[in-house]
């Protein structure tokens, strides 16, 4: 099976930046398609980015356009998460996920595999 651990969270004042990562290891067509996705208390898990096996193809969430980036390194089996303009609404507890091949990226029940989590704090 796959498994998955987030790293990288952590406080961080609101403008600031944040690089989450992501390592994976298990077969590879079963994380062909890498996503993040973020939970805060009260509200339901929400889609924020995913990436291709290449690279090449990348989707995010409207409120994530133009302040995250997704990307990954097969060589380190590892998935990033760049976060810029971070603001206090951002913080939630981020999760990575994989799947293996397919056409749905931006639900949860679209994945397969998770990670624990990893805290990410935007203070005012």
């Known amino acids: 099976q796959v498994q998955l651990v987030e790293s990288g969270g952590g406080l961080v004042q609101a403008g600031g930046s944040l690089r989450l990562s992501c390592a994976a290891s298990?077969?590879?067509?079963?994380?062909?398609?890498m996503g993040w996705f973020r939970q805060a208390p009260g509200k339901e898990r929400a889609f924020v980015a995913a990436?291709?096996?290449?690279?090449?193809?990348?989707y995010y969430a409207d409120s994530m356009k133009g302040r995250f980036t997704v990307s990954r390194d097969n060589d380190k089996n590892i998935m990033y998460l760049q976060t810029t303009s971070l603001k206090p609404e951002d913080t939630a507890v981020y999760y990575c996920?994989?799947?293996?091949?397919?056409?749905?990226?931006?639900?949860?029940?679209?994945?397969?595999?998770w990670g624990q989590g990893t805290q990410v704090t935007v203070s005012s």
């Open positions: 996920a994989a799947r293996r091949f397919g056409s749905r990226w931006s639900s949860p029940g679209d994945y397969d595999y």
């Open positions: 990436v291709v096996w290449s690279g090449a193809i990348t």
């Open positions: 298990g077969p590879t067509f079963n994380r062909e398609i």
